[in-house]
């Protein structure tokens, strides 16, 4: 997608030596850098620091990360041993992403099968690119397939404004292109239907008004900045028409894991009958876990992200206390929607209810897994 009229990936092999280049997403919306990244320890501290975020960029960037394993473990006197240590240091940076042990998972049971050092380097580069350019294909999908619930609620409308609210970034710049919750927001908005987008500024790390707003501005999608619990009112007044989510961890019978306060927005949607749907590759699946609520393992982060804020000011960017010092917080990352909150589920292969049946019904090669 676009910065200043220029198109970006969030994640590319280097021009000019065998590192990776991210567009370093903590420093946006006020400043753009690109961070090159060498070793695996880069992709670990970009992954838990948030240069990258978002469940199938981080995918990506595993991937990425497992490729700069082989290039390293070649130096190595144990091959194998370093590319088992790597992916479990790229394992613990967030639990709760499961795009990340897939990919992980994919680069070693395809690595451990090669015999020859040189051809698992090569296959790790070539599994990194598969899995980038089948999440922008992916995506693209999602965004096909999500326009037409976006085309159906427009016609039903007359056409006038089809009123979108979002949670956290599930944009371009949590993937590698399209976005997955925004990706029928750009399909459409390019297909000329009249939208306007509600963003949640997503506290503590504000992703919303950081990015997602950064994002719909860059393409030219009206969009309206909120604080986080304004969504629940905009839905009683009816200026919510449509509930779009990403998705962290989607099990098997439909729980969606995603940012803390998406079971919020849930519930108002489900109590003022505002369809919610999850739009999701199907690499965020965890075709292990039945109960999302108590199984999906939550992460929690630095009590100082919720008693800190960031922000421009004359001398850059600054870290502001809003708190006492001696101020306790709770940081939970994300929550769990329970699937009966879940209108539907967005894929790539197309659009099912949020139950087992239905998701094997488009994934029907699970069954038997």
């Known amino acids: 997608m676009k910065?200043?009229?220029?198109?970006?990936?969030?994640?590319?092999?280097?021009?000019?030596?065998?590192?990776?280049?991210?567009?370093?997403?903590?420093?946006?919306?006020?400043?753009?850098?690109?961070?090159?990244?060498?070793?695996?320890?880069?992709?670990?501290?970009?992954?838990?620091?948030?240069?990258?975020?978002?469940?199938?960029?981080?995918?990506?960037?595993?991937?990425?990360?497992?490729?700069?394993?082989?290039?390293?473990?070649?130096?190595?006197?144990?091959?194998?041993?370093?590319?088992?240590?790597?992916?479990?240091?790229?394992?613990?940076?967030?639990?709760?992403?499961?795009?990340?042990?897939?990919?992980?998972?994919?680069?070693l049971s395809s690595l451990l099968n090669i015999s020859s050092n040189e051809q698992k380097i090569e296959t790790a580069r070539e599994i990194a690119r598969k899995i980038a350019d089948d999440d922008v294909k992916y995506c693209k999908a999602i965004g096909e397939f999500g326009c037409k619930i976006i085309e159906e609620i427009s016609q039903r409308k007359n056409g006038e404004t089809v009123n979108i609210l979002t949670h956290c970034n599930a944009g371009w710049l949590a993937t590698v292109d399209w976005g997955t919750a925004?990706?029928?927001?750009?399909?459409?908005?390019?297909?000329?239907?009249?939208?306007?987008?509600?963003?949640?500024?997503?506290?503590?790390?504000?992703?919303?008004?950081?990015?997602?707003?950064?994002?719909?501005?860059?393409?030219?999608?009206?969009?309206?900045?909120?604080?986080?619990?304004?969504?629940?009112?905009?839905?009683?007044?009816?200026?919510?028409?449509?509930?779009?989510?990403?998705?962290?961890?989607?099990?098997?019978?439909?729980?969606v894991a995603n940012k803390i306060g998406t079971y919020l927005k849930a519930l108002a949607a489900f109590d003022n009958n505002v369809p919610f749907y999850a739009c999701l590759p199907s690499s965020t699946f965890d075709w292990k876990i039945k109960d999302g609520v108590s199984?999906?393992?939550?992460?929690?982060?630095?009590?100082?992200?919720?008693?800190y804020i960031d922000g421009k000011a004359e001398n850059g960017i600054e870290n502001v206390l809003i708190t006492l010092e001696e101020t306790k917080a709770a940081n939970y990352a994300f929550d769990v929607t329970p699937a009966r909150l879940v209108t539907g589920l967005i894929t790539e292969r197309g659009v099912c209810e949020a139950n087992e049946k239905s998701i094997l019904k488009l994934f029907p090669e699970k069954k038997y897994e």
């Open 3 to 107: 910065i200043n009229e220029k198109h970006y990936r969030t994640i590319w092999e280097s021009e000019e030596d065998e590192s990776i280049e991210v567009i370093d997403q903590r420093l946006l919306p006020h400043i753009f850098k690109v961070a090159k990244l060498n070793t695996t320890e880069d992709f670990c501290y970009a992954i838990k620091d948030m240069l990258v975020r978002g469940a199938p960029l981080i995918g990506a960037a595993a991937a990425y990360g497992m490729f700069l394993a082989a290039l390293e473990a070649k130096n190595k006197n144990d091959f194998i041993k370093h590319l088992l240590e790597a992916a479990q240091k790229l394992k613990a940076t967030r639990p709760t992403a499961v795009n990340l042990a897939w990919a992980v998972d994919y680069q």
């Open 295 to 307: 199984d999906i393992p939550i992460e929690e982060r630095n009590s100082d992200e919720v008693k």
């Open 182 to 255: 925004t990706a029928p927001i750009y399909t459409a908005h390019r297909k000329g239907i009249k939208l306007h987008t509600w963003v949640d500024e997503t506290r503590p790390r504000n992703q919303g008004a950081k990015l997602t707003a950064f994002e719909l501005f860059n393409e030219n999608v009206p969009n309206t900045l909120i604080v986080d619990n304004a969504g629940g009112i905009l839905m009683q007044k009816g200026l919510v028409d449509l509930v779009l989510v990403g998705s962290d961890r989607t099990t098997s019978t439909g729980d």
